[in-house]
């Protein structure tokens, strides 16, 4: 086993690396440094062993140290390390996958575009939205519309496709012709009318966004299934089904951004699948190598790949990496150790019916105002007062997050939601674990806020 110098390495990162969505002036040289990980585990450079209930970054689908993965990689990086797929050439595991990938999707999906992550795939929907209605004559038709508090990545397409308010205030220029409409956050915004009611009520801000502009300029409407880095925002039953409607009665294009609710997280390898609705484009990436390799990809509907390919001639997109060979082996692979397990079946029918169960327990903390799930995701609103479901000041859920660390269990804040999404393959043995440190994390907050003794 390496012993690692973890003073010496937050020193090198704190003087050199940049990190994601942080801010590196408060980081300073404090990072925990992550050194290896097994099943549902990660150990840091000080030998502490922590429940990783995010999977990575909502990734980490299979566990780690899967060997099996590994393999994957390494037979293939030994035989083709790297080519592309410009230029009328292929390779077996892009088109392996390709294959793979349009048996799994709806029958109405028979088309892949590789990218190399989620924010790839979002920028290539931009693209083959917009050339989509230019050849179909309506080169008018250019304005997507996303949700308020949606994440569509982080590039600058992706972010303003996205309706994070302090992405945009930091960007400058978002791309032109994105509009925004609510979000179906029943907790944060509707609770004087019924879940089914306000469902109908967010899905119908669609509508009137469409009135407002005009139907002969809207291209598409986006959005998540369960909004993840939102907060794990769980649609009324009563939403997506009025979308659905009102996308056909318009005749627009529907995007389902699949990058976190994809391959398992809800049940069904599409959250599309779950909530029974027809997309014509779903961007996906994260679980589709369980994060063992960066990749992505847009899958497209026939109605707009037929389009594409019949009339519009050379695509003039893609990337260095799109349908990387040792990305595409490793994803394969992933995809077939999913099937061989049972994963699955082991969400629908154990994981995610126990964690509801177990989660749901959590409803009677002191801090917590409403513990939500649905499939491997879920939510805990704080809130100062049980009765009011009166909020925080904006701060406790960081701190709430850095006692999760320290008790020994990964939770994310969104403000002042903390979020967990398990690795797939978690039992009902660690899922009491979660809970549990879960319970204690919460207790050492409110015993900082006075509010337990």
Partial sequence: MHQYNTQ?????????????FTDTKDLG??????????????????????????????????GYGRQELVDAAAAQMTELPYYNNFFKTAHPPAIKLAKKLTELAPEHINHVFFTGSGSESNDTVVRMVRRYWQLKGQPEKTVIIGRRNGYHGSTVAGASLGGMAPMHEQGGPMLADVEHIAQPYWFGEGREMSPEEFGLLAARSLEQKIKELGVDRVAAFIAEPVQGAGGVIIPPESYWPEIQRICDHYGILLIADEVICGFGRLGQWFGSQHFNIKPDLMPIAKGLSSGYLPIGGVLVGDRVAETLIEQGGEFYHGFTYSGHPACAAVALRNLELMEEDGVLEHVR?????YFAERWASLADHPLVGEARSLGLLGALELVADKTTLARFEPGIGGRCRDNCFNTGIVMRSVGETMVVSPPLVITRPEIDELVRLARESLDTTARQLGIMD
């Fill in 349 to 353: 029918e154990v994981a995610a019916p």
């Fill in 29 to 62: 040289s404090n990072s925990r440094i992550i050194t290896s990980a097994e099943g549902i585990y990660i150990v840091d450079s000080q030998g502490n062993r922590i429940l990783d209930a995010m999977a990575g970054l909502w990734c980490v689908n299979l």
């Fill in 8 to 20: 010496e390495l937050r020193q090198q990162d704190g003087q050199h690396h940049l990190h994601p």
